[in-house]
T-cell receptor, first 111, second 117 residues
Framework: SQELEQSPQSLIVQEGKNLTINCTSS?????LYWYKQKYGEGLIFLMM?????EEKSHEKITAKLDEKKQQSSLHITASQPSHAGIYLC???????????FGQGTRLTINP | GAGVSQSPRYKVTKRGQDVALRCDPI?????LYWYRQALGQGPEFLTY????????KSGLPNDRFSAERPEGSISTLTIQRTEQRDSAMYRC???????????????FGEGSWLTVV
């Protein structure tokens, strides 16, 4: 959506390398979700961030929320082939009621 | 039900026919969202409801698309006079509460694949 921009749109990294995906909102954020999707499959919930400065980790994936900048970053450390897929950020806007998504970042991990 | 249920999972229809896609949210969930997703793209917002009230339908592509949630539970997305460009995955999601801190986990259904031939 135009309200939520992800960058980069695609990313190819070598196995073992670190990477970062960014998500920026043009509207006030009331919550930020990160999902992962395998091509053509369902959405897998990764984590949700609500408060400015909040940081959450799950295995080798860490997400941070900068509420003032209206953006979030997803960082993967020591990437593995299992990390490959499409990463989607979703944001609650409009008084924490409307949920919109970015266009996704396609991550490819090369051996 | 235990999760968000969508039906049909797969629908092939001829151009010009009407289709109805159903979403059965988690029992008691207040908010219900509809999205359309093309392969390799992020979910495109269509519309959402709080209880039975449609709050925002700005994402509906044109007047062939409509949605309702008459009793604040099950919702139906209807596409009239389908066109090939309507072919996509249609996803539904529900959320327990309203506002910032109450029941913010969002649950997605498996989606309905629509193919218009």
């Amino acid at each position: 959506s135009q309200e939520l921009e992800q960058s980069p749109q695609s990313l190819i990294v070598q196995e073992g390398k670190n990477l970062t995906i960014n998500c920026t909102s043009s509207k006030t954020l009331y919550g930020l979700y990160w999902y992962k999707q395998k091509y053509g499959e369902g959405l897998i919930f990764l984590m949700m961030l609500q408060k400015g400065g909040e940081e959450k980790s799950h295995e080798k994936i860490t997400a941070k929320l900068d509420e003032k900048k209206q953006q979030s970053s997803l960082h993967i450390t020591a990437s593995q082939p299992s990390h490959a897929g499409i990463y989607l950020c979703g944001a609650l806007i409009q008084g924490a009621q409307k949920l919109v998504f970015g266009q996704g970042t396609r991550l490819t991990i090369n051996p | 039900g235990a999760g968000v249920s969508q039906s049909p999972r797969y629908k092939v229809t001829k151009r010009g026919q009407d289709v109805a896609l159903r979403c059965d949210p988690i029992s008691g969930h207040v908010s219900l969202y509809w999205y359309r997703q093309a392969l390799g793209q992020g979910p495109e917002f269509l519309t959402y409801f709080n209880y039975e009230a449609q709050q925002d339908k700005s994402g509906l592509p044109n007047d062939r698309f409509s949605a309702e949630r008459p009793e604040g539970s099950i919702s139906t997305l209807t596409i009239q006079r389908t066109e090939q460009r309507d072919s996509a995955m249609y996803r539904c999601a529900s959320r327990q509460g309203l506002g910032r801190t109450s029941g913010n986990t969002i649950y997605f259904g498996e989606g309905s694949w629509l193919t218009v031939v």
